[in-house]
């Protein structure tokens, strides 16, 4: 003979009942624990997907040329890898500086970042080798010509704006 049918949150005496309080309420719970788990998941969400709260950088002045710039300095493999990604602007006057290990030949894209930027490779005496334009969006890389230890974003055509070319000096009071 089949079984009657049980309820699915059944699983008192009588299968019309739905169940014991006692299980309801656990069930309630248990799905209001899962709604509160998946909103703070997308509340700690940025665009993307990538998730946790943006972490805090070190900050500094640096000299660029004939002026200063504000910058989030970059030193940890994590921080290089998420660069400006996910921003939504970057004011004039700031940047972030990109701190390497050792001298190298650099390449930057642009994924998941939608602010225009201007690149500065910076060797590691501070002197600027190279300044280029960077596409918003753009996966395709954007290389040094030659081995650098430090990289330079702010936004597009600051260094033009303000007076800073190849071969400019950038003082980096920074710890190596």
Known sequence: MPSK???LLGAGNDPRDGGSPARIGLIILVACLLTLSCAGKAGNQEEGGSTGPKPKLETAVIRVGPTSVEVEVAREAEE???GLM???SL???KGM???FEADQRLAFWMKN???PLSLAYIASDGTIRQILELEPG???PVAS???VRYALEVPRGWFERAGVVVGDRVEIPLRD
């Open 138 to 140: 753009s996966l395709d």
């Open 97 to 99: 500086l990109f701190v």
């Open 113 to 115: 970042t939608m602010i």
């Open 80 to 82: 290089r890898e998420r």
């Open 91 to 93: 004011e004039e006057g």
């Open 145 to 147: 010509e030659r081995s």
């Open 5 to 7: 049918p049980r309820s």
């Open 86 to 88: 996910f921003r939504k």
